[in-house]
Structure formats: structure tokens, C-alpha cells
């Protein structure tokens, strides 16, 4: 079986113990399945990228011991393929444009409800303010920022293009399959529903002002591009997961025929001290604050488990 796996980061920032840890794990498992290791530089947000960082991705990765076939993809080269895939779901009818900011949602969604505000793997979920009664006609308005109806997409489509129901199985389901430790069924799947989709997520968005896509469109495009069969990245993103299922899903018969989805194993995240998830700002792990100490590519390996 083919075997390409892909290392993403975004040039925001230095690479710490928890970028060591996908970045070898994905290597690691494609050198056993005889596969191969892409490294693709996810820069689609060019107001916080920076080609210093991007430099140092490479030089960090290169110390660690990596190797990746060149040129490099990178995201912000790519806006053609952005494109085209906010097309096709600008046609299906499925995309409305939302002038709401962050601030019109909150109060939107805090109005009489319980519980605080709600958050969803696309950040607050979208009360919905902007969603046209009628199917957006014209031409798709560039610079702006556009939601997919989820409700919309779901109606229009079978959910289960993957899913085989067993008897007596609520129908309303799907899967993708997780060989990390996340899988919630015993046959090595992670299932989700719609209601998942409709109260959990909502209405997300697929491009941005400024951003001509949005970071869900332009990885389910990239790894499609790069025909990756192994998507393997941190527990943070196994919801964000389903949102570019969905999306996937949606581009298959258009504009992707062949879209595969692929398999994803979601690893552990590695933690500081006090149990928190590691981020960009935590410079105190950066790999680079390692090396300076002395520190060899063995002993980050011995630092994130795979010693
Ligand atoms: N670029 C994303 C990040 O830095 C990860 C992309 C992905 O694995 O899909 O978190």
C-alpha cells in the first residue's frame, strides 16, 4: 500500500518539542511502511508568516535527521487550487457570505443561553445571523468572508460516502479511521454524527477577507494535491477533522473524482510540566533553544517517547 504522510507547520514561530514529536513520528512511520515523508509549509496566513521561521523549519528539521523530497509546497503558492475548490462549492450553492466579527457572534450567542459562550473546533459556532433564506446567485464575491450551511451540505449529501451500516445501526453516522489512540469504536474508527456537525461545529468558514481560504479548505486541497494517504498530527485537531472530511466529501464529485479519504492517526500531544499543550510562544521549549544548549537529535528523540 502507498504511504505518504506530511508534516504541516505554519511559519509563526519556532518549532518546539511537540513539532519534534509529529514531525518524527510521521517520518519514523513512513520509513517502516517504505513510504514517503512530505514537508509542506502551511503559510496561508501571510500576516503572521515569516520567512525567517520558515527557515528555520528547515534547518531544525535537517538537524533532527529528516529528509523530504523538494521542491516544498508551499500554501501560499497555491491559491489557484484554493480557488477552484471555493468554486465548486459556491456553485453547489452551499457557500453564503457573513460580515459578522467575532464580537456580533458573541452576543448573538450569549443572548439568553446557558452555559457561556460555545465553542466548537472552528471557534464560536456561527449562530447563524447571516444565512440567506435564498441560494446565493452570481458570481463568488472575492475578499470576503464566506460559511459553508452545513445544514445545507448535509441535506444535499449522503454522509456516509465511507460507512457501511450494520443491522439495526442508526443510519445518520460516520467514521474516518484513527489508528492513534482516539478511535471510539472497536474496530479502530472514530464515528461522529450530523448532530455533531449541526450543534457542534456549524456554519464554518471556508475564506477570509484577506486570507483567500481558510486553513480547513486549503489542508483537505493540499493533502489531495499531494495525494497523502496518511494524515498524522496532534490529538488538537481531531475535530477539525471532521469539518475537513466534510469539505472533502463535498469537492468529491466535481472537482476531485477520485478524492480518497484518507487514514489519520492523531498522536498525543506533548505537555509542560504544569500539563498544558505546548504552543508557539513557549520559546523555552523551541528545538533550536535545545540544540543551543548542546542537546543532540537522541536526546529530543528520548525527550518526546521515541527513544
Ligand atoms: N499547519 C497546522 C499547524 O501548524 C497543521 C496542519 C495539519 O496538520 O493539518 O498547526
Request: aromatic residues 8%.
Amino acid at each position: 500500500m502507498t504511504f505518504i504522510t506530511r508534516f504541516a507547520p505554519s511559519p509563526t514561530g519556532p518549532l518546539h518539542l511537540g513539532h519534534a514529536y509529529s514531525a518524527l513520528l510521521a517520518h519514523d512511520m513512513a520509513m517502516e511502511q517504505g513510504g514517503t515523508f512530505l514537508l509542506r509549509i502551511d503559510d496561508l496566513d501571510q500576516s503572521r508568516s515569516r520567512c525567517s521561521w520558515e527557515a528555520q523549519i528547515y534547518e531544525d528539521l535537517h538537524w533532527l535527521g529528516l529528509s523530504w523530497p523538494t521542491p516544498v509546497r508551499k500554501q501560499s503558492a497555491c491559491q489557484a487550487d484554493y480557488d477552484e475548490a471555493l468554486d465548486v462549492l459556491w456553485r453547489k450553492g452551499l457557500l453564503y457570505q457573513c460580515s459578522c466579527s467575532r464580537r456580533d457572534i458573541k452576543e448573538a450567542q450569549s443572548a439568553p443561553q446557558e452555559g457561556g459562550l460555545q465553542f466548537g473546533p472552528d471557534g464560536l459556532i456561527y449562530p447563524g445571523t447571516c444565512r440567506p433564506q435564498n441560494r446565493p446567485s452570481g458570481q463568488r464575491p472575492k475578499n470576503v468572508t464566506l460559511r459553508l450551511d452545513v445544514a445545507k451540505a448535509l441535506a444535499g449529501h449522503d454522509l456516509r460516502p465511507h460507512f457501511t451500516p450494520r443491522a439495526g445501526e442508526h443510519l445518520d453516522v460516520s467514521s474516518f479511521v484513527e489508528t492513534g489512540p482516539h478511535a471510539n469504536t472497536a474496530i479502530g474508527q472514530y464515528e461522529f454524527t450530523s448532530e455533531f456537525i449541526l450543534n457542534q461545529i456549524g456554519d464554518f468558514v471556508v475564506s477570509r477577507q484577506n486570507m483567500g481560504a481558510s486553513y480547513h479548505l486549503a489542508v483537505v486541497v493540499d493533502d489531495q494535491e499531494q495525494a497523502v494517504t496518511h494524515v498524522i498530527r496532534g490529538a488538537d485537531l481531531l475535530e477539525a477533522t471532521i469539518i475537513q472530511l466534510l469539505i472533502g466529501w463535498l469537492l468529491d464529485d466535481e472537482l476531485y473524482q477520485y478524492w480518497s479519504q484518507p487514514v489519520y492517526h492523531h498522536h498525543r500531544l506533548i505537555r509542560d510540566d504544569q500539563g498544558k499543550r505546548l504552543a508557539k510562544r513557549d520559546d523555552a521549549r523551541a528545538i533550536a533553544k535545545y540544540r543551543a544548549e548542546g542537546a543532540s537529535p537522541a536526546d529530543i528523540r528520548q525527550l518526546v517517547g521515541l527513544g
